[in-house]
């Protein structure tokens, strides 16, 4: 089980630890790569640290990391994705992930029964506002 603190970090670790905070608590990275953004990525197994100039900026994290987000496992329960969206409030959808700004979520895979694409992302808050204007709201009857 990965533990999720929305808006807070994951694991024990929080949003803006720095790429050294990160290995002294996680250990060395099986690697480490730059994103087309530039910034750096740390791959875990079945987990991804992305880093932007106020460190720990985003964790992706497969399923099978098991992880649990305010005592939901979105990536294996339907229900538990959807008490996620109605929690947030405020749920939208870009490019196949749905956004929980409030919870400082990103899921795929779920709502549209695409298990390939099956993803969680915890992010640090204000990751997605960029992005706002292309976003449309989600409603739980779409999934």
Do not use: C
């Amino acid at each position: 089980m990965l533990d999720i603190q929305p808006n807070v970090g994951v694991a024990g670790l929080t949003f803006g630890a720095s790429l050294d905070e990160v290995q002294q608590r996680w250990g060395k990275p099986i690697s480490t790569a730059q994103n087309r953004s530039g910034e750096t990525v740390f791959a875990y197994p079945d987990i991804q640290l992305t880093f932007d100039d106020a460190g720990l900026a985003e964790v992706g994290v497969a399923p099978q990391a098991d992880p649990v987000a305010d005592g939901a496992r979105p990536l294996s329960s339907k229900a538990d994705f959807e008490r996620l969206v109605r929690d947030d409030g405020q749920a939208q959808q870009v490019f196949g992930f749905i956004v929980l700004e409030t919870l400082g979520l990103t899921i795929t895979g779920v709502h549209d029964g695409d298990t390939e694409q099956l993803a969680l992302t915890a992010f640090r808050t204000g990751r997605w506002a960029r992005l706002r204007d292309q976003m449309t709201p989600f409603q739980i009857s779409q999934s």
